[in-house]
């Protein structure tokens, strides 16, 4: 019922702007060329590779001006196809700002979305200033109007859950409460996830977006994720959460939904190759290979 077809269209988005970490480049063209053969058009969103100069703080959003643009180039990628499904290979958590967009225009009220994620990605500006923070606030019409202006038709919170989440910050957690949007704990999740399942019969939505950051899943045993840096400290990371799910988990989870929804997007988003990155610089520094 949701398997890829001819009208589904893939979205290479290497987007690393959005959450200011260039290694999300490289995860983006590892998942490209991980992922399945495509039955169906496959487009790359144009974004310039990192370099060593520093990403600007524009008007207390960083990369303010060049995620814009990646925003545009990604809708007008979409609008030519005019696709019935996307399917985005990430890149930071601010690729299915476009795509899921165009679904809830497309699909109206019809349409749901999961979103898989430790964080709930509902922060503005004035909380946080990389934009891969924002985008589910942006896609419900909340935050900063360089991002909710892309979405002509905001997403309804009853057609919003976040499963997998746990411990969010302060104004994450007055957001939530404020705005009823549904949740599912990590251990609600591997006991069958039974809030996801009564929300897909409560919503009344007939498809479904599901936006998967790997960020959900567990660091000491997935390791291609930010919070599995090599030699990392405790408090490297500013103590956020940190993913408790695991691969069987995520798969059990999507499976049950697709027994009831059809699935008409779908996103991966920050896969941080660690190994793959460390190996790379390597190379580029030995004999014969690198410069």
């Known amino acids: 019922m949701s398997k890829p077809d001819k009208n589904t269209l893939r979205l290479i988005f290497p987007q690393w702007q959005g959450g200011d970490n260039p290694p999300?480049?490289?995860?983006?063209?590892?998942?490209?060329?991980?992922?399945?053969?495509?039955?169906?058009?496959?487009?790359e969103v144009p974004v310039d590779a990192p370099t060593d100069t520093p990403l600007p703080l524009e008007n207390d959003m960083r990369g303010r001006s060049v995620l814009v643009k990646q925003i545009k180039a990604a809708q007008a990628i979409i609008a030519r196809h005019q696709p019935r499904s996307i399917a985005v290979l990430g890149g930071d958590c601010l690729v299915s700002l476009a795509p899921f967009a165009w679904l809830a225009e497309h699909y109206g009220d019809k349409l749901g979305v999961l979103w898989i994620d430790t964080h709930?990605?509902?922060?503005?500006?004035?909380?946080?200033?990389?934009?891969?923070?924002?985008?589910?606030?942006?896609?419900?019409?909340?935050?900063?109007?360089?991002?909710?202006?892309?979405?002509?038709?905001p997403i309804a919170a009853k057609n919003v859950m976040i499963a997998g989440i746990h411990d969010?910050?302060?104004?994450?957690?007055?957001?939530?409460?404020?705005?009823?949007?549904?949740?599912?704990?990590?251990?609600?999740?591997?006991?069958?996830?039974?809030?996801?399942?009564?929300?897909?019969?409560?919503?009344?939505?007939?498809?479904?977006?599901?936006?998967?950051?790997?960020?959900?899943?567990?660091?000491?045993?997935f390791r291609s994720l930010l919070f599995a840096k090599p030699g990392r400290g405790k408090h490297d990371f500013g103590d956020v959460a940190e993913g408790k799910l695991n691969i069987p988990d995520v798969l059990k989870l999507v499976g049950e939904v697709m027994t009831e929804k059809q699935v008409v997007g779908m996103t991966i988003a920050e896969h941080m190759p660690w190994d793959a990155l460390n190996l790379q610089q390597m190379m580029q520094q030995l004999p014969l290979l690198g410069a």
Request: hydrophobic residues 35%; proline residues 10%.
């Open 24 to 43: 999300y480049y490289l995860g983006s063209r590892l998942l490209a060329w991980l992922a399945p053969p495509s039955h169906g058009p496959v487009e």
């Open 120 to 153: 709930p990605d509902v922060q503005t500006p004035e909380q946080y200033k990389n934009a891969h923070a924002h985008v589910l606030g942006a896609l419900m019409g909340h935050g900063d109007p360089d991002l909710t202006n892309a979405v002509k038709q």
């Open 168 to 221: 969010p910050l302060p104004y994450e957690t007055r957001f939530i409460a404020e705005h009823g949007i549904r949740t599912c704990s990590p251990q609600q999740v591997r006991e069958g996830a039974q809030p996801v399942m009564q929300w897909l019969n409560d919503s009344g939505i007939e498809v479904l977006a599901i936006h998967l950051d790997l960020d959900v899943l567990d660091p000491h045993n």
